[in-house]
T-cell receptor, first 111, second 114 residues
């Protein structure tokens, strides 16, 4: 699968801050997914997006499917220590059920 | 409900040794996948199985073989391990091939080849 461009690569954030990360591709995707990986664990699905322009929330997390279908972003509001981990974006093209993954954004929260 | 189970969780191999990574899912999913995760590179697809009885190469299949033993189980074999295969390996499954089939991951196998 084609690699997605995910940024930033890492971030240090203050507890209580809002943070954003994004993912871009040169190809059009019809599904965007955001996963979180805790240390020593496998990725866990946070949010799934299926339509261009779609904005979906899961607690303090909000993600959007870009209008061009070539990008997506994830916001975390009011960060807490348990937000530490690696966040991955993933996308799927219309004629392919396999997922392509970004390289991940490593989030570290300062208490 | 265990979801996706991988064994072993950790393994150290000498160069040239062989081993098989096991994966089983109890969610009655049709499709299964093997990924490797390396620092700064995200998850790269090694092999996948769209359904029982079929397997296909992913992005980085060289040095690996797979077997879809039945609907539940999908194993990954390293015939002659190399240091470049030091990585964390994840198995995943999805219900079917259609949109909306989101991947569920196992906890990973941490492999070191010395």
């Amino acid at each position: 699968g084609q690699q997605l461009n995910q940024s930033p690569q890492s971030m240090f954030i203050q507890e209580g801050e809002d943070v954003s990360m994004n993912c871009t591709s040169s190809s059009i995707f019809n599904t965007w997914l955001w996963y979180k990986q805790d240390p020593g664990e496998g990725p866990v699905l946070l949010i799934a997006l299926y339509k261009a322009g779609e904005l979906t929330s899961n607690g303090r997390l909000t993600a959007q499917f870009g209008i061009t279908r070539k990008d997506s972003f994830l916001n975390i509001s009011a960060s807490i220590p348990s937000d530490v981990g690696i966040y991955f974006c993933a996308g799927r093209r219309s004629n392919d059920y396999k997922l392509s993954f970004g390289a991940g954004t490593t989030v570290t929260v300062r208490a | 409900n265990a979801g996706v189970t991988q064994t072993p969780k950790f393994q150290v191999l000498k160069t040239g040794q062989s081993m098989t990574l096991q994966c089983a899912q109890d969610m009655n999913h049709n499709s299964m996948y093997w990924y490797r995760q390396d620092p700064g590179m995200g998850l790269r697809l090694i092999y996948y199985s769209a359904s029982e009885g079929t397997t296909d190469k992913g992005e980085v299949p060289n040095g690996y073989n797979v077997s879809r033993l039945n609907k539940r189980e999908f194993s990954l074999r390293l015939e002659s391990a190399a240091p470049s295969q030091t990585s964390v390996y994840f198995c995943a499954s999805t219900p079917n091939r259609r949109q909306g089939s989101e991947a569920f991951f196992g906890q990973g196998t941490r492999l070191t080849v010395v």
